[in-house]
């Protein structure tokens, strides 16, 4: 299983799925590649993405998919966010992620500590941890302030102004069953109403 | 009934060496549930056209009729999808996807009901704190596409929304505008898309108006009677695009090589 | 580094606003325009002082040879900047390590109110070559307009080296030219244009500031006045005599309509021969017009260009100050290079030490020594008096942006009005308005206030820098934005206000930055004017403060006190409320 978290976004890895989907789920990458006109490096990080996700299987210079990476070229646009979210999360670097802000007392990472987590586990390239933020927002996994340079979980309420705590979050829209919080909120005693506000 | 009819439009525009002749003649319709795309070598109008079904720009002579009254300014029930985005980089994304909702002069609480629908819808669940500067390219277009359809336009235009993207993000999120497409519940009623690809044209549209290059005019509509979901590996798929191809040829331009999803300006 | 372009403005494709091709700027306008200057100042001085033809014409000849003073300082000054910035900018741009901590030097060398130090600098020129000897205030006044025009010439010429093509580079190279032949094949060509243009905003603002010190030497003090134009204007002012100020007046704006016709039009011409035409739009912008009325239109485009877009030029340093954090940027992957920034940061901050304890030191022997009682009962209101000047400099900033930005708007967006306008308004701000302060210090001070006189001295000195960095921001307005939101519906106030006011914040932060720093320098002037005690001008302020310390004796404590004072109030700005509001104005509201 591919280790690296490659420069890609959730559009580009689907358009990968979709254009193997064209080629009845199995292709040789080159051809791949080739269909749109692209060098095979550049379908590499979609590639690589699919497969750290088991979205693909790749043997032998060809790319196959595999029962789950069928059922996402299939899903409706929200369902694919569950599919990958729950992808996601068994991935190594997420899972390091999620683990830190649920340790955080705060639940929170600053830019800093979000870069030292990514550091261990991928090439310090540019982008780099933007790309992974937006994976993690992509999945609902969790959410990032840019005014105030922080991670929170998803639909973790603090940046809203005036929200004390945490309240359950609403789901508009959202039909996948099943779908969790991460961390799950923990009570905090010793806390007034307001006073874990994350600055906006 | 023809939601739009353009009707013998004409344009062109004067410089300093003398008029310029952009478009001539041209006249279709589209219908309800119809996904047109107009496509044509590059300088042939098609996205001054576009301007001109949603009146951004005046034909130099003709009309162009949405549910049958002329378009004389801006028409509300039509939205546009730009090529290069155009996100305000201010606005956060829930801000932009706003953008249109708050010229309608709408309350706030039935602004952020509909902003989150749309959100949702085109699966931007989770940015919608997020600056366009944050995000990439697929995902803007995303934000374009859920601004335009929160004011749940009749009409939705698309200028060539794919072809800022790279070719594996465009792959993506043509799917998914075809599932919004499809989904009955979610406006528009019909779809006018400009494009230089002409794969593309055929694997969305219903049918494909081609124009020639400039002066622009309408060489042909071709059907797409392709059952969808499309496959671009097929016969039928094959000879429609050649058909195209031979067609934009003979309009005294050679096409682009097949596959190819080189952007030209137009 | 933040790139120019921001500020720069030059076209961004076919802005349908219009972008800067060349209009036809007839030469007849431009005199009349002129003409209208003395115009306006004869029909004042006629109403206060006596005034006639005969008088004017008599007092020509004096006023020739002290506008020839003044004529000679400006060139003496220019040869100093122009054989600097050369060297200066050439060397720091084609040396990595240069970029990185000469520009920052300079950028904050140049950040601080250079006029403000204009009193000190005439003191210690005068130690250095002894009382009475006229060279020290010569002196002075030189390396004051250096210091005006030099930073921004350097930058002209560091960003056109960078910005030579890369091919030719290469070829530069693969010929091996070296040396001189390299500097004037290559090098030198790619700076001239650029070079011409920064000249002819230097020498406007040069003008300005040399009137401005001029004037400010007949403050009457154990120190001698300058013979040239600012103190034949301030002078006759003073005393009321019409005729010598109008005479002046008409020398003044004589001299700078031949620079203007004679040196930068055809200079102009000339070095357009040397652009690499990267005009984006293309339309008509062919490089070497053959016919001569396209040849004629380009220059007078040119010249009134280089008032405009040079105000904005101003604003780079400011801006690259601007973004020099003392920490780096707090996002995600923004972290490379941290290691070469904080090096050079250090240069700089020894650097910096070293020149303070240099400052620390002289200020204590000064503070050190006796001091009279009446001046140190001056000293304690140094504090009073920088937050007076800070509330005047705001309270004319805010008169400044009520005009310029609704005018900036206006003449950006329509195409007709701009037409007219805007060249009046850029033979406007390229007089030197210092030049009319004795007449409006002296003839107004009647129907206004002093503080009212104060405000609108410091006006004039702010409004040019704020207008042409608004206008330049409406212009760059990305028609893409623009057309969006006519696609949605938003037109008219709902346009400005979402849209419009918005795209604007960058410019309207850089301009505002340049303006408050055209407000200190005006300072000195600005507060305190007297001549002769029969009409003066005095109002609480630290450039005030500066004035009285240099024009009374012993006073020299007091002038140290402002000085920093006005230095430690400069500074404590530009790091609580300009560089934040930069730094949130390039992330949140650039559109790339």
Redesign the interface.
């Known amino acids: 299983m591919a280790t690296t978290y490659p420069k890609c976004n959730p559009t580009e890895m689907l358009g990968l799925l979709v254009l193997l989907n064209d080629h009845k789920g199995s292709e040789d990458v080159a051809r791949l590649a080739d269909d749109l006109d692209l060098e095979i490096d550049e379908i590499f990080p979609a590639l690589e993405y699919a497969e750290l996700l088991q979205f693909v299987r790749v043997t032998d210079g060809r790319a196959t998919f595999t029962d789950l990476g069928r059922k996402l070229v299939a899903a409706s646009i929200r369902e694919r966010k569950s599919i990958v979210r729950e992808q996601l999360r068994r991935t190594p670097l997420f899972r390091t992620i999620l683990r830190a802000l649920e340790a955080n007392p705060e639940h929170r990472l600053t830019d800093e500590e979000f870069g030292h987590i990514i550091a261990f586990t991928t090439a310090r390239t540019d982008g780099a941890e933007q790309n992974i933020v937006n994976w993690g927002r992509y999945a609902d996994l969790f959410r990032y302030d840019a005014d105030s340079h922080l991670i929170c979980p998803a639909r973790h309420p603090a940046y809203r102004k005036g929200a004390g705590g945490r309240s359950p979050p609403s789901s508009p829209g959202a039909e996948s069953p099943g779908e969790s919080r991460a961390p799950a909120p923990t009570p905090e005693s010793s806390r007034g109403p307001g006073s874990a506000v994350a600055v906006v | 009934m023809a939601i739009i009819r353009v009707d013998h439009v004409d344009k062109s525009f004067p ?2 060496h003398g008029t310029i002749s952009i478009m001539q003649d041209i006249a279709f319709e589209v219908k309800d549930a119809d996904f047109l795309a107009i496509v044509g070598p590059s300088g042939c109008g098609k996205s001054t056209l576009l301007r001109l079904i ?1 009146g ?1 720009d005046r034909p130099t002579s003709g009309a162009i009729y949405f549910r049958d009254q002329k378009v004389e300014a ?1 028409a ?1 029930g039509m ?2 999808v ?1 090529q ?1 985005f ?5 606005l956060t994304v829930s801000e932009n996807v706003a ?2 909702l ?3 002069g709408w309350e706030s609480d039935r602004i952020a ?1 509909h902003v ?2 749309y959100i ?4 931007l ?3 919608e ?3 366009p ?4 390219g ?2 803007r277009q ?1 934000v374009g596409l859920a ?1 335009a359809l929160a ?1 749940e336009p009749a009409v939705l235009l698309m200028d060539e929304p794919f072809s800022a993207l ?11 505008v075809l ?2 497409w499809r989904d009955p519940n979610l406006p528009p009623e019909a779809v006018i898309l400009v494009t230089h690809n002409i794969e593309e044209a055929i694997q969305l549209a219903d049918r494909v108006v081609v124009l020639s290059r400039r002066p622009g005019h309408v060489l042909a509509e071709v059907p797409v009677d392709l059952p969808r979901p499309r ?3 097929s016969g039928p798929f094959y000879e429609l695009t050649d058909r195209v191809y031979s067609l934009i040829t003979e309009g005294g331009v050679p096409p682009p090589p097949p ?3 080189s952007p030209s300006a137009s | 580094m933040t790139e120019p372009s921001l500020l720069s403005s030059t076209s961004t494709g076919t802005g349908r606003t219009g972008p800067d091709r060349p209009r036809a700027f007839p030469s007849g306008l431009a005199v009349a325009l002129y003409a209208g200057i003395p115009l306006v100042t004869v029909t004042a001085a006629a109403a206060g002082g006596g005034l006639s033809a005969v008088g004017v014409a008599g007092y020509l000849p004096r006023a020739s040879t002290d506008l020839l003073y003044s004529f000679l300082r400006m060139l003496a000054a220019y040869a100093l900047s122009l054989g600097f910035s050369l060297a200066y900018g050439y060397y720091a741009a084609t040396h990595r390590g240069g970029e990185r901590v000469m520009i920052p030097v300079l950028d904050i060398l140049q950040s601080v109110p250079i006029l403000g130090f204009f009193p000190i600098v005439i003191v210690v020129f005068v130690n250095l070559t002894g009382p009475g000897s006229f060279l020290g205030p010569n002196l002075a006044s030189v390396f004051l307009i250096f210091t005006s025009m030099a930073w921004n010439m350097v930058f002209g010429v560091y960003e056109s080296v960078r910005s030579i093509p890369n091919d030719l580079r290469e070829a530069a190279e693969t010929f091996r030219s070296r040396g001189w032949l390299r500097f004037r094949r290559v090098l030198f060509p790619a700076t001239v244009n650029r070079l011409v243009y920064n000249s002819v905003l230097s020498w406007t603002g040069g003008w300005f500031f040399l009137v401005e010190a001029e004037i400010f030497t007949t403050n009457s003090s154990s120190h001698t006045a300058l013979p040239g134009i600012g103190s034949l204007l301030s002078f006759s002012a003073a005393n009321g005599n019409g005729s010598e100020f109008v005479a002046g007046v008409l020398l003044l704006v004589a001299v700078i309509v031949l620079l203007d016709f004679g040196v930068w039009r055809p200079l102009g011409r000339w070095a357009d021969r040397f652009r690499y035409d990267q005009s984006p739009s293309g339309e008509g912008e062919v490089v070497g017009v053959r016919n001569a009325s396209g040849r004629l239109r380009r220059a007078a485009s040119y010249v009134t260009r280089g008032v405009r877009t040079g105000v904005t030029r101003i604003s780079t340093p400011f801006v690259q100050l601007a973004t020099i954090r003392l920490r780096p940027a707090r996002r995600p992957g923004q972290e490379r290079g941290v290691v070469l920034y904080y090096v050079s940061l250090g240069a700089i901050l020894v650097l910096s030490w070293l020149i303070l304890i240099a400052l620390v030191v002289a200020a204590y022997q000064v503070l050190s020594g006796p001091i009279s009682g009446e001046v140190r009962a001056q000293m304690l209101q140094v504090p009073l008096a920088l937050g007076a000047s800070i509330g005047r400099v705001a309270a004319a900033y805010a008169i400044c942006l009520a005009i310029a930005l609704p005018l900036a708007i206006l003449l950006a967006r329509r195409a007709r009005l701009a037409r007219l306008g805007l060249p009046v308004i850029e033979v406007v701000a390229s007089f030197p308005a210092t030049a009319l302060f004795p007449l409006i210090v002296f003839g107004l001070v009647r129907y206004l206030s002093e503080q009212g006189v104060a405000l609108l001295l410091l006006l004039t000195g702010m409004i040019w820098y704020l207008f042409f960095n608004l206008l330049a921001g409406v212009r760059s307005l990305a028609p893409d934005l623009e057309e969006a939101a006519r696609s949605y519906g938003v037109r008219g106030r709902g346009f400005l206000r979402r849209v419009l006011l918005p795209s604007l914040f960058p410019a309207l932060v850089t301009g505002s930055i340049t303006a408050f720093g055209g407000g200190w320098n005006t300072l000195i002037v600005a507060e305190y004017l007297n001549v002769n005690s029969s009409h003066s001008l005095s109002v609480l302020g630290i450039g005030q403060m500066i004035d009285l310390g240099y024009t009374e004796p012993n006073g020299l404590p007091l002038m140290v006190t402002a000085l920093l004072t006005l230095v430690a109030g400069v500074i404590a700005i530009n790091e609580l409320l300009w560089k934040p509001l930069y730094r949130r104005a390039v992330e949140r509201y650039r559109y790339d």
């Open positions: 410089t300093r949603q951004l801006v509300q939205a546009m730009f290069n155009a996100l305000f980089p201010w953008f249109g708050e010229a309608l009901s989150e629908r949702s819808v085109t699966g669940d989770g940015f704190e997020a600056y500067r944050e995000i990439s697929g995902m995303r601004r004011v790279d070719a594996l993000t465009a792959e993506g999120l043509r799917e998914e599932q919004l496959d671009r590996k596959g190819s999803s």
